[in-house]
C-alpha cells in the first residue's frame, strides 16, 4: 500500500518522464510538491522499497525498467508520404497514437525523435511496405541502405530506400515500376525504424 504522499509523488514522477523522456530530479519533485529535498528522498526511498522506482545510473529516481519500457507515448502522426512519385505538400499532424518506443528497439529518452507518417502509393511493396501503412521513423542520420523519408531538391518528399552509386546518393524504390531518383539534393527528415499496418484485407 501506498501513502496518498507516494502517490503524489509516483504520478509526478511518472507524468514527467511521459513528458520529458527523462526523470525528475530530487529538487524539481520538492519544488512540486512543496516540501524539502529530505523528505522527499524519504519517500522515494520507501518507493523503491515498494519496487515502485529505483535508483537510475544518473542517480535520479525514476520508474522501474519495465514500466519505462512498457509505458506508451502520445506519437505524432503526420500527412501522407508518397511511396511513389515524389509530392509537393506541408505534413500536418493528423491524430496521435500512444506507443511503447521499445517496440521499435528505441529508449524512452528518444521517444521526442519519434514520429509516424501515412503512405501512400505502391513504390515501397517490396520492403513490405503498403499503400495506408504507418511507418514510423526516427530523426537520425541515415545510413546507407535504410529507407527514409527524403525532402528532394528542397521542394518535395518521398519514401525511399537511400543508396550509393557510383559516388552519388541515389534514392530507389522497391517497386521495378519506379526508376532510381538522382536529384541535386537529398535531406532526410526521419529514417524508418518499423511499419504499422492497418488495412489488413
Known amino acids: ?4 504522499r507516494q502517490e503524489q509523488i509516483l504520478d509526478f514522477v511518472r507524468e514527467y518522464q511521459r513528458v520529458h523522456c527523462v526523470t525528475p530530479s530530487t529538487r524539481e519533485i520538492a519544488r512540486q510538491l512543496g516540501s524539502s529535498q529530505p523528505t522527499i528522498l524519504g519517500h522515494l526511498q520507501a518507493l523503491a522499497k515498494k519496487s515502485q522506482l529505483e535508483k537510475l ?5 525514476g520508474l522501474k525498467t519495465s514500466a519505462v519500457q512498457g509505458h506508451l507515448f502520445e506519437v505524432p502522426v503526420y500527412g501522407a508520404i508518397p511511396a511513389g512519385r515524389p509530392a ?19 529508449t524512452p529518452a528518444r521517444a521526442s525523435e519519434f514520429w509516424l507518417l501515412r503512405v501512400t502509393g505502391d513504390s515501397m511493396i517490396g520492403a513490405n511496405i503498403l499503400e495506408g ?9 541515415p545510413k546507407a541502405g535504410e529507407i527514409i523519408a527524403a525532402l528532394v531538391d528542397e521542394t518535395t ?23 532510381d531518383l538522382t536529384p ?9 525504424v518499423g511499419v504499422i499496418r492497418r488495412n489488413v484485407a
Open 157 to 179: 518528399t518521398t519514401l525511399k530506400r537511400m543508396v550509393r552509386l557510383r559516388g552519388r546518393t541515389v534514392l530507389r524504390a522497391e517497386n521495378p515500376r519506379y526508376p
Open 184 to 192: 541535386e539534393r537529398i535531406e532526410s527528415q526521419g529514417v524508418v
Open 1 to 4: 500500500m501506498l501513502t496518498e
Open 133 to 141: 501503412d504507418l511507418v514510423a521513423l526516427e530523426r537520425r542520420e
Open 88 to 106: 509537393m505538400q506541408e505534413q500536418e499532424v493528423e491524430e496521435t497514437l500512444r506507443i511503447d518506443p521499445a517496440v521499435f528497439g528505441l
Open 57 to 61: 545510473a544518473d542517480g535520479k529516481w
